[in-house]
């Protein structure tokens, strides 16, 4: 069992930055990957960017330009800095950890990030 627990979001104005953190614990060393989904108000999860063990950092086209996720795992942690915000990047964003054998997908409750135009 992996547990997941964002922080860092909140209100900011349109043109800000954020950065949102994500711990993992219990058997986080079965982790692999880790990355960030988004869920706007009235619309559908989305993929917005992953980082695996050994790999480039992947992002979703639409982010790819202000988003920067990145990793620590000597803390268990992963990053999403986000730039440049704007209205439509609110969101609630939900963190995720792929694992080795069991290949299971543990879920973040997700925390809001709102921006204000």
């Known amino acids: 069992q992996v547990q997941l627990v964002e922080s860092g979001g909140g209100l900011v104005q349109a043109g800000g930055s954020l950065r949102l953190s994500c711990v993992a614990s219990?058997?986080?060393?079965?982790?692999?990957?880790m990355g960030w989904y988004r869920q706007a108000p009235r619309n559908r999860r989305e993929w917005v960017a992953s980082?695996?063990?050994?790999?480039?950092?992947r992002y979703e086209d639409s982010v790819k330009e202000r988003f920067t996720i990145s990793r620590d795992d000597a803390e268990n942690t992963v990053y999403l800095q986000i730039n440049s915000l704007k209205p439509e990047d609110t969101a609630n964003y939900f963190c995720?950890?792929?694992?080795?054998?069991?290949?299971?997908?543990?879920w973040g409750k997700g925390i809001l990030v709102t921006v204000s135009s």
């Open positions: 219990g058997s986080a060393y079965s982790i692999y990957a």
């Open positions: 995720y950890a792929d694992t080795r054998g069991s290949a299971m997908r543990y």
């Open positions: 980082i695996a063990t050994g790999s480039r950092p």
